[in-house]
């Protein structure tokens, strides 16, 4: 009794702090506090607000709830200085500590216990702006206005988050009450309306039906200058509108980065989620852009844009997945069946029109069939016609057809594009060796096949022409050129009969010794073998 009479602040004080440790307990317990003051209507309206009510809200209206109950009880006394003192002062002590969420329930109360007074709204919109709530620090700034409409902090204060929130007829006239006050203008008023202008003239521009390409770059050039220098980045329209024509543009790097701030705008905003996965989709990065979708499903399960790119996004990369398998375990005939389909199902994607092809080629590559490989690599360089990949590829492709100069000319292509791989000069001079080799003896031509053909096409063309060239089936004048055309035919089978010759011949390697002793080892098949100019061959077919 004597601490009420004598030193009544502090009293309410202390009570003050053990109603917000009490509301901490029943924060943790997740329940509701019963209230035992069941006289006042006043205090009854504002426990149910604060029983539905949840996270950040839930501080205040708890807070509230216990100041009204403690005025309805008369624990505060009429001597104070101002019924809010003590949450502005509580609110003081946690915004020090830290403890954002707390300081804005402090002054929340000292809000609702002296609606009159402007310092708890200013100070609550001060935490606003610091957690990036300017919409809420906006509406604390406009009471403060209200209530004291010559108070120059608080102009000023409105006048940078108006700029940042986009509310340019606003701003206006706040620059017209500073004129008029005599303080320093934040932005001038050609400033203001140089943006007004720009901004328009770029909503127009962005809104243009006809070469929509043309319209969004001059629209971009026209909004990026603005929210570079800081103004209209809280407002989710202007950086809504910069994320889709960025997308629209094709500058889906620069999307990625300015999608991410229209999400901190909202983490509940779908669009802006969905614009985010468009874009990391066009980069080709398809794991991000459904980590995206699926946070937007979470919302909202049938978004439709969501929905449908989430949908092309996973049929994409099931079918990758299957081809990349077949082309791991060497099926490259399934695996180039793989891609082609897996292109089917965004033909216009250009990451992808790519990459895609570039895998094509090399599974074409791979299985030999160098025609096929060639139109897949094509297609990847009219995307990229810098691509290294591709031109290896096609540089290999070119080989497979026998154009030994233009598959050359892609791999010198290849290093002046990337000169600092060495695994180019290797090909370089494979290429080199090839283009040499096909000027002395081209032993597929000799058996009149390609260099894709099977072991059993090249056995099938070797029997032909052995019975061909038989002792017994030429004319004793045609002997002689017979004979030298079935030592061609023998040497040549010699090397591409066998694996391991075939695979150095390739490469571009020297196998004439070689596929000599080849020809010597061969026995069977047609007894007594040839003698041609005192030289015995003798060759057999091998199953």
Known sequence: ????????????????????????FFLRIRRPPRSTLSSSSAASDVYKRQ????????????????????????????????????????????LRAGKFPAA??????????????????????????????????????????????????ALLKRVKLRMECCELEGVEADIAAATKAGLKQPISPEKLSMIKRNYQQAMALAARTYDPVGGGRSALGLLMPITQEG???????????????????????????????????????????????????????SDMSVKHLREGLKKDPEHKVCKALHKKVRNLQRRLANADQDLEAGNFEDAASGYERALTVDPNHRFFAHDLNVKLCKAHVKGKIGDKAMVACDAALRVDDQSVDALLLRGEAKALLEDFEGSLQDYKKAKEIRGDD??????????????????????????GVKRSASKSEIKREYRKLALKYHPDKVEEADKEDAEKKFRDVAEAYGVLSDDDLRTKYDNGEDVSGQAQQQQGGHSGGFPGGFNFGGQQFHFHFRN
């Open 231 to 285: 103004y209209c980045t809280d407002s989710e329209e202007m950086m809504s509108t910069i994320v889709k024509l960025l997308l629209r543009v094709g500058e889906n790097e620069q999307a990625v980065v300015e999608g991410g701030k229209l999400i901190k705008l909202d983490r509940n905003n779908i669009e802006a989620l969905g614009l985010r996965a468009e874009a990391f989709w066009q980069m080709g990065d």
């Open 1 to 24: 009794y004597l601490s009420v009479v004598f030193h009544p602040f502090s009293f309410v004080f202390r009570l003050y702090i053990v109603t917000s440790d009490l509301y901490v």
């Open 422 to 447: 060495r695994s180019i000069d290797e090909k370089i001079q494979q290429g080199q060796r090839l283009l040499e080799q096909s000027k002395r003896k081209n032993y597929y031509k000799i058996i």
């Open 104 to 153: 804005i329930g402090h002054y929340s109360l000292a809000c609702d216990l002296d609606p009159k007074s402007y310092l708890g709204f200013l100070k609550r919109s001060s935490v606003h702006t610091v957690l990036g709530h300017k919409r809420s620090a906006l509406r604390d700034l406009d009471r403060v206005l209200a209530l004291s409409p010559t108070h120059s902090n």
């Open 51 to 94: 029983v539905s009510t949840q996270s950040t809200g839930a501080v205040e209206s708890t807070m509230r709830a216990l100041g009204l109950l403690s005025m309805m009880a008369g624990l505060l006394t009429p001597g104070m200085a101002s019924p809010g003192d003590g949450a502005i002062t509580a609110g003081d002590a946690a």
